[in-house]
């Protein structure tokens, strides 16, 4: 449970939807404080100083965006996260990207368990709760802001071929450098193959291995139809004793669920995160609808797209990261890297590309 004197200042101008969202954060244990009108809403973020500001995008008298704007240009208050509240038809209309003042983002309509998801990792304090798990590569913790968050719900998205599962090896393989054990449910090897694929990216997981510091779980939930989400949840479970898990990739146990399943799956893994786990979910990007994207992006505590693009008359693969929370610095930065034996993962400037 929150201390009382966890403050958050809730920017909000119809009546029913403040009470929807103080409430329960008030159950929760929150101190709970109001601005119903744009123009004095920065004012009250620098006298409150609260711990997390949640700003509804249509306001009326002001957008969020201009809100929040103002809220980070001020020293007093431009360490405080804050939380765009929009609805999908907003978000072309939203700041996105490494000059956004925005933290993270909720998507209309949600739910109470929804809100306090998305709340609670972001006002945690303390030391533990902001530690950031390292890649063991250092200009790719660089782009991320120190690394991965512990306690964090992290989404790898990409096409095929783009790079997801060399990335997840990456993380994996520092984390487990960094004293942290792993359980990996994987469709996309076996424990042989993985063993020899990233032997071959010099990330050699024998050791790890042996001392039951990483497990490698099969998944194999092809037969299952809708009820593959809920099994692998299930077992995922049943791995609770360890640091971290990852999941490469969802996409296999999906296409036969709705969208509210799969969301629902996201919100488990939320809570498994809430337990003291970090869960790391690969997805290729064609497996899931823009709209549910949207969804599980904003609930997600870490964002990691993958792409392969055309620069200079040259294929490379590229990652925007997007989100990081507690990131030491500003994420959104788009970087382009290469996978060579013996190496792994190398980032490349842009700039460099094809020179």
Request: with cysteine.
């Amino acid at each position: 449970m929150p201390k009382k004197d966890t403050k958050i200042l809730l920017i909000e101008s119809d009546p029913e939807m403040v009470d929807f969202m103080r409430y329960p954060l008030e159950d929760e244990g929150y101190t709970v404080v109001t601005a119903t009108d744009g123009t004095v809403a920065a004012k009250r973020a620098v006298r409150a100083q609260p711990d997390l500001i949640l700003v509804n995008f249509r306001l009326e008298k002001m957008k969020g965006n201009t809100i929040a704007r103002r809220i980070r240009k001020d020293p007093v208050t431009d360490h405080i996260p804050i939380v765009m509240v929009a609805s999908e038809d907003n978000l072309e209309e939203l700041d996105i990207g490494p000059r956004s003042p925005i933290d993270d983002f909720l998507i209309k309509p949600f739910d109470v368990q929804e809100l306090v998801l998305k709340v609670n990792p972001l006002v945690k304090s303390g030391d533990a709760d902001n530690a950031m798990i390292s890649t063991g590569n250092g200009k790719l913790d660089e782009k991320m802001g120190g690394g991965v968050p512990v306690r964090s719900l992290t989404l790898i998205e990409g096409d095929s071929g783009a790079g997801k599962s060399v990335l997840s090896q990456q993380i994996i393989h520092g984390s487990l450098g960094d004293g942290y054990k792993i359980s990996l449910f994987t469709s996309e090897n076996t424990v042989s193959s993985l063993v020899k694929q990233m032997r071959s990216l010099s990330l050699d997981i024998t050791n790890y291995l042996l001392l039951n510091d990483l497990r490698v779980l099969p998944i194999e939930t092809s037969t299952l139809g809708r009820q593959a989400p809920p099994e692998l949840m299930k077992a995922m479970r049943m791995e609770a004793d360890r640091d971290m898990i990852f999941v490469d990739s969802l996409t296999s146990s999906i296409p036969q669920s709705t969208d509210t399943e799969v969301l629902g799956f996201f919100e488990a893994c939320k809570r498994m995160c809430d337990d003291g786990a970090s869960v790391v979910i690969v997805v290729h990007s064609h497996g899931l609808t823009n709209e549910l994207l949207t969804r599980i992006r904003a609930l997600c505590d870490a964002h990691l797209r993958l792409r392969t693009e055309e620069v200079r008359d040259q294929l490379v693969k590229t990652l925007e990261v997007t989100k990081v929370r507690g990131a030491e610095q500003k994420t959104g930065n788009i970087v382009s890297f290469e996978v060579e034996p013996g190496w792994g993962m190398k980032i490349v400037p842009l700039s460099k590309v094809g020179a």
